[in-house]
């Protein structure tokens, strides 16, 4: 146990008792402790140990020890997070038999662990968790949307989110190539339509199957899956309430929450009765026809950005910048490369009314709006989707009953091992505060989690240098620091940022823009100019990225970078030759490769 202060050794000693069925404070020399051992190894019984002769802040922990429990001497021993006492009290316990008794009442939870929520991170703990011999169930509901949409097993990311996103935007991807085809010799016909329903029904056959094979995955590690709403009644205690209204109780010893967030609605007349979100987007039952997306995010560009690659008339609607919390030159270059493509961008705009005018599929509505200069603004569409943020899913769930501390935006408040302030109940993915908010993050964090309480794993998420892209029209890759939070973190003098406009070749024929692709890297000068951000615009942004991510975690310099042989003619190989520094001024266009 590594030194610590007073208040976060006693949160040390108080999580090791409660986490540990049998825990020991103990010292190697001391006798009776070894016989306090022997006695539960002839039981068959797993216990914890603190060696406090072995640590730096042995003599702490039994200060507070004596403050606890009036005890400072050893063996101290916890049985389900109780107070026993020393080896005499140990011994006439299991004498008289009700040492037998404690421990049986310790095995009294109906599971080891209680996973609430099903989504990517969720799936992951558990399954990590049932395979190192715990016993686990998973709670799992979708609340409807305003319009009634509901999905199934996988989270947001697998119905609403990351695969149906990224299957529209291949989509979009194939309307642009039947345009380049005819550049290369193929003989495609002037009028080339999109089905709607067709790819959304492939999409959604596609997502059924994983539903089912979650469901299946689940079964073959002997997790129990609940389909019903979980709701803290203690910290031990959940119930349970399916859709038919059917009620369960369940206890286990340890909670994992990964209930993600949902879409938020601006409180403005007729957003919830003619406003849609992401979540109803995907299973839409018909073409959405002219399209209004409301927001900024990465949600609002992606959706905007494939609407208008399958052949619809798209505005964004957009409040102050894009893409908060990305690199903003970075931002800048999508929207005005979506701006250029024909997408219309209403800003700075918010709405403040939509009124329908005719029913159908789609309907018609009208929008009301106002710039910040407070010119009015309407027009008149056949959809309004609105992706202007999401809010965590936590003010339902009985976290006030168990105290679990929230920030003000609902947001879960916890430490580097994602434990909240109550020992035994633990948050994951998109409802951390200050956490990143990938499905990617919430798989990893999950499955080591699972590995720090069940296999005295010590290894944490790393949430800083992590490879994200987003999959608008000109895709964006990035690594770790964006050039402001970078400045910010490092002091301007600090950071050298090498950056290039690209063509990429198969653009070339095709006559697609040129020099609106672009790549660069920020480098902290005092550290050997290692790479901190990472950051590209162009086609397959993600597959680019993914493969540096590797480099930057593992700390590549600039020079790494010069001394990697790129791969001809490919986007990826301009990071292997960067030469011209922002701070230099010099022209960065490219005319060909």
């Not at 994602?418 to 499955?447: C, F, H, M, R, W």
């Not at 540096?548 to 790129?566: N, Q, V």
Request: hydrophobic share 35%; net charge neutral; glycine share 10%.
């Amino acid at each position: 146990m590594p030194p610590l202060g007073p208040g976060d050794l006693k949160k040390e000693v108080k999580d090791q008792v409660e986490k540990n069925k049998v825990m020991i404070f103990s010292k190697t020399t001391c006798p009776f402790c070894a016989k306090v051992k022997d006695l539960f190894k002839s039981l068959n019984q797993e216990y914890g140990v603190t060696e406090l002769d072995k640590i730096a802040n042995g003599a702490e922990i039994q200060n507070i020890l004596l403050e606890e429990t009036g005890q400072r001497t050893v063996p101290n021993v916890f049985i389900n997070g109780n107070h026993l006492g020393g080896c005499d009290d140990t011994l006439k316990a299991h004498k008289n038999g009700s040492l037998q008794a404690m421990l049986q009442e310790a095995t009294n939870y109906d599971y080891d662990l209680i996973v609430i929520g099903g989504g990517s991170g969720g799936l992951a703990a558990s399954k990590e968790a049932a395979s190192l011999g715990k016993k686990v169930a998973v709670f799992d509901f979708v609340k409807p949307t305003p319009m009634g949409t509901t999905w199934g097993l996988g989270g947001t990311c697998v119905n609403v989110g990351c695969i149906p996103k990224k299957l529209m935007h291949q989509a979009a991807i194939l309307g642009q190539s039947l345009v380049d085809a005819k550049h290369f010799g193929w003989e495609v016909p002037e009028k080339v339509e999109h089905n709607w329903e067709t790819m959304r029904n492939a999409i959604q056959d596609y997502i059924g199957s994983l539903n089912w094979g979650y469901r299946v995955q689940l079964r073959d590690k002997k997790v129990d899956y609940q389909n019903s709403y979980a709701e803290f009644i203690d910290n031990h205690t959940i119930k349970g309430v399916n859709k038919k209204g059917k009620e369960v109780t369940k206890t286990a010893r340890d909670f994992i929450v990964a209930v993600g967030e949902r879409p938020r609605y601006p409180d403005i007349p007729g957003a919830k009765e003619y406003g849609i979100t992401s979540d109803d987007l995907f299973s839409l039952s018909y073409c959405p026809g002219k399209t209004l997306l409301v927001g900024a995010s990465y949600v609002s560009l992606e959706c905007g950005g494939f609407l208008h690659g399958i052949g619809l008339d798209v505005t964004v609607m957009v409040r102050s910048i894009l893409l908060r919390g990305f690199d903003q030159q970075m931002a800048n270059r999508i929207g005005d490369y979506m701006e250029a493509s024909g997408i219309n961008f209403i800003r700075p705009c918010v709405p403040t009314k939509i009124e329908k005018l005719e029913d159908g599929q789609p309907g018609k509505y009208k929008v009301y709006g106002k710039y910040s200069d407070g010119t009015e603004y309407s027009d008149t569409f056949n959809t309004v989707i609105f992706a202007i943020g999401r809010d965590p899913v936590t003010s339902t769930i009985g976290f006030d009953k168990v105290g679990v501390k929230l920030n003000k935006n609902g947001k879960v408040i916890a430490d580097e091992n994602e434990a909240t302030n109550v020992s035994n109940i633990y948050a994951i993915g998109d409802i951390l505060e200050g956490k990143l908010e990938l499905t990617p993050v919430a798989i990893q964090a999950g499955k080591l989690l699972a590995r720090r309480l069940y296999n005295n794993s010590k290894v944490l998420t790393d949430y800083i240098n992590v490879a994200t892209t987003v999959f608008t029209p000109l895709e964006y890759g990035s690594i770790g620091y964006s050039e402001e939070a970078a400045i910010e973190k490092f002091g301007e003098a600090n950071i050298e940022v090498y950056h290039t406009n690209f063509w990429p070749l198969e653009w070339t024929v095709a006559k697609r823009e040129e020099n609106v692709c672009y790549a660069k890297i920020i480098c902290h000068i005092p550290d050997k100019e290692r790479v901190v951000g990472f950051h590209v615009c162009g086609p397959t942004a993600g597959e680019i990225t993914q493969g540096y991510a590797l480099g930057i975690k593992l700390g590549a310099t600039k020079k790494d970078l010069d001394d990697t042989i790129g791969i001809h003619p490919t986007c990826s190989e301009q990071f292997t030759t960067l030469n011209v520094t922002k701070r230099s001024g010099k022209t960065i266009d490219q005319g060909g490769c």
